[in-house]
């Protein structure tokens, strides 16, 4: 009883007083003991429904195979199921397929598209040098000075389609790829010449025509991931400029189907003073925001995401790192799965089927022998 109580009834205690102060104390003990007195199961958190039950069946399947279904390599629904089955747990099977489902696929309808794009993208970029429109109008041959004969002189004048140059013991075959595509959707509607192909760098200078300060050296491929393989071709690019230095004023430009968001070509030791890139898409990152928006969706904790790809890049290449230099994308092209994207998409082992096994550059003996 407190204090006031005992004041408020002094000299006598009135016995309900007390009966109701102890059915206070007994309510009090209630609530103490009763989570003890339930089920443990009723206590614990609840079982999440993507570590009990798979989020895909064969309709799901079926959707994943008409997307990838350009895929040049061999593929199925029955592979894909495989390959999903290769992952242990429902949750990581579940966390497999929205992988999956989220994938960046890069079919040849999308890849002509690409192409166009990145024409476009090339032509407002150059409409946007001073210096070229200058050259145009002060230019006696080009008799109509209006955009659209501007855009037509810088595609026939400009612009050099031009190889990467390889570096020693490696190759970038995937550009012959990438240029038949590009020459076939985004030059034929076009008034470009017949003789408008890709060369090598080295044959535009050594021919000494045209004028380097207004002329565009297009380089072109398919993925800029780390920037790595570029660095080297800007390395042999920039041997031939010393040998060819009226060309250093020139402009260089880098287009991609998909880079990646970090890159930046300025960053780029010796890159020439006039570089530049142009690309389709980023590439999609396995923490995307998409991505992670996603897994949380579904409960799946960030840090059980990163031990499911860190056990499964281990599984398929021996390595817990999400790519090459941790790159960790989530990329493929119709024709190969570049080295970027998480290993177990591509990699293969005495543990691991990979759903697209990597093709790219098969082979660089023509580069080796020259």
Not at 129 to 151: G, H, I, M, T
Request: net charge positive.
């Amino acid at each position: 009883m407190s204090a006031d109580n005992l004041e408020r009834n002094s000299p006598y205690i009135k016995p309900q007083i007390i009966a109701e102060e102890i059915k206070q104390l007994q309510r009090k003990l209630g609530e103490i003991v009763s989570p003890y007195q339930r089920p443990i199961s009723s206590i614990l958190p609840k079982e999440r429904q993507v570590e009990i039950d798979l989020l895909f069946d064969d309709i799901e399947i079926e959707a994943c195979y008409d997307r990838f279904s350009s895929w040049e390599g061999s593929l199925s629904k029955k592979k894909i199921r495989e390959w999903l089955n290769q992952f242990e747990t429902t949750m990581d099977k579940n966390i497999a397929y929205l992988l999956l489902s989220k994938f960046q696929f890069f079919s040849k309808t999308i890849i002509e598209d690409a192409t166009r794009s990145l024409q476009q993208k090339l032509l407002n970029l150059l409409l946007q040098k001073e210096s070229l429109r200058q050259a145009f109008y002060s230019d006696p041959k080009a008799s109509v000075k209006n955009e659209a004969e501007l855009q037509k002189w810088l595609r026939n004048k400009s612009i050099r389609y031009a190889e990467l140059p390889p570096p020693p013991n490696t190759s970038v075959e995937s550009q012959y790829r990438l240029w038949a595509i590009y020459e076939r959707s985004a030059l034929t509607a076009t008034s470009s010449p017949d003789s408008k192909k890709l060369r090598p760098l080295k044959e535009y200078f050594e021919a000494s025509s045209g004028n380097p300060e207004n002329s565009v050296f297009v380089f072109m491929d398919y993925t800029n991931g780390s920037g790595t393989q570029l660095t080297k071709c800007i390395k042999e690019i920039n041997k031939l400029i010393v040998k060819y230095p009226v060309w250093k004023n020139s402009f260089f430009i880098f287009m991609y189907v998909v880079q990646f968001q970090g890159f930046s070509v300025d960053a780029t030791v010796c890159v020439p003073s006039k570089s530049e890139t142009l690309f389709y898409e980023e590439i999609l990152h396995y923490k995307n925001p998409e991505i992670l928006e996603i897994l949380d969706i579904h409960k799946i904790l960030e840090v059980e995401y990163d031990a499911f790809i860190e056990k499964y890049c281990l599984r398929a290449s021996g390595k817990p790192f999400p790519g090459y230099r941790q790159s960790g994308a989530l990329t493929c092209h119709h024709y190969s799965c570049p080295n970027n994207t998480l290993p177990f998409f591509h990699k293969s082992s005495q543990t691991w089927q990979p759903l697209f096994k990597t093709s790219q550059t098969p082979t660089a003996t023509r580069y080796r022998q020259s």
